[in-house]
């Protein structure tokens, strides 16, 4: 039990729509982390966000967008849905910036169709 | 980006063994973290170690952050150990190997 909580655990969607994935962070954690791990594959950085702003960015296209709420929980909205974006992901909380520590929810499973 | 390297890529253990998993990276780090991943997919934090030796019961993990590698010690395995093993480095932002998938049969 890490504290980080995400939902929705599974879900099905079509190309082309848009998805929004949820995620509240251990509490008194700050920064909230998102990854994308594709099967057979470690996980993929995707964005960071500290204090409601976001705090690095990895290779990932605009369509990839998110955001950091008061309470520090996040949302991962994908746009224009492909195929590959098929994956499992996983929401990450730290108590800083630094990332010292990190403790990951149970992940979403996205299945694109 | 770092790159990280782990291996083996995958390992069979009978119950009781021991193992050593190990992790290669690119260059320096501030941050060094193993994680082991359940079948469901959860990722569970086993050491922060960015520099060396850490024990927790039958796991240990070693960095030598001047050789940029780190290794994983599983000894006397138990079937509940098996899953998928990752080496992450960095720092605001992880990159991850692409894991040992260990495999421990009674």
């Known amino acids: 039990e890490t504290g980080v909580t995400q939902s929705p655990t599974h879900l099905i969607k079509t190309r082309g729509q848009q998805v929004t994935l949820r995620c509240s962070s251990q509490s008194g954690h700050n920064t909230v982390s998102w990854y994308q791990q594709a099967l057979g594959q470690g996980p993929q950085f995707i964005f960071q966000?500290?204090?409601?702003?976001?705090?690095g960015r990895g290779n990932f296209p605009p369509r990839f967008s998110g955001l950091q709420f008061p309470n520090y929980s996040s949302e991962l909205n994908v746009n224009a849905l492909e195929l590959d974006d098929s994956a499992l992901y996983l929401c990450a909380s730290s108590s800083d910036s630094s990332g010292n520590t990190i403790y990951f929810g149970e992940g979403s499973w996205l299945t694109v169709v | 980006g770092i790159q990280v390297e782990q291996s083996p890529p995958d390992l069979i253990l009978q119950e009781g063994a021991n193992s050593t998993l190990r992790c290669n990276f690119s260059d320096s780090v501030n941050n060094l973290q193993w994680f082991h991943q359940n079948p469901w997919g959860q990722l569970i934090n086993l050491f922060y170690?960015?520099?060396g030796t850490k024990q927790n019961g039958r796991l240990s993990a070693t960095t030598v952050a001047t050789e940029r590698y780190s290794l994983l010690y599983i000894s006397s395995s138990q079937t509940t150990d098996s899953g998928v093993y990752f080496c992450?480095?960095?720092?605001?932002?992880?990159?991850f190997g692409t894991g040992t998938s260990l495999t421990v049969i009674p």
């Open positions: 992450a480095v960095g720092g605001n932002q992880f990159y």
């Open positions: 170690i960015p520099s």
């Open positions: 966000y500290y204090r409601e702003e976001e705090n």
